[in-house]
């Protein structure tokens, strides 16, 4: 994610949030936090969630002692606009090729002396002299 300046880009945590519940569909507070980006879920709080509920993006119910959270139609059609805006945004990403060395010539190995043997000892004799 691209933070500038300690700063998020607009929509960039109800994008994320968002996101997480369009995935799963219907989460738990505490879980919907934990799967989202640690320093995005941060940002999450009681302002950010009646906003998206009054922008009827998210449903939020109590059940028991917790908020549950229900991505709605309204919501995942904002973040499918929202990631195509941002796809808009970037330039394609193009990879520059490889001008690496050339590859290695494989060379046969060099006979090496055996090791214990003079040298003496590894040079043949004539038949004349045996």
Known sequence: ?????????????????????DRWGRLVESDLKRMMDVTLALRVDA???????QENL??????????????????RRWL???RQRRSAERPPRVRPRRRGRP????TPPSPEPV????????????????
């Open 103 to 106: 590859p290695r010539q494989l």
């Open 58 to 75: 998210i449903r939020v119910e109590q059940v028991g002692d917790e908020l549950v959270f229900t991505i709605t139609e309204d919501g």
């Open 1 to 21: 994610m691209g933070i500038r300046n300690g700063r998020f880009k607009p929509g960039q945590v109800r994008a994320e949030l968002l996101g997480v519940l």
């Open 80 to 82: 499918h606009s929202y």
């Open 47 to 53: 302002d950010l969630r009646r906003q998206l509920e």
């Open 115 to 130: 090791p214990g043997l003079a040298a003496a000892e590894t040079e043949t004799v004539p038949d004349s002299e045996r």
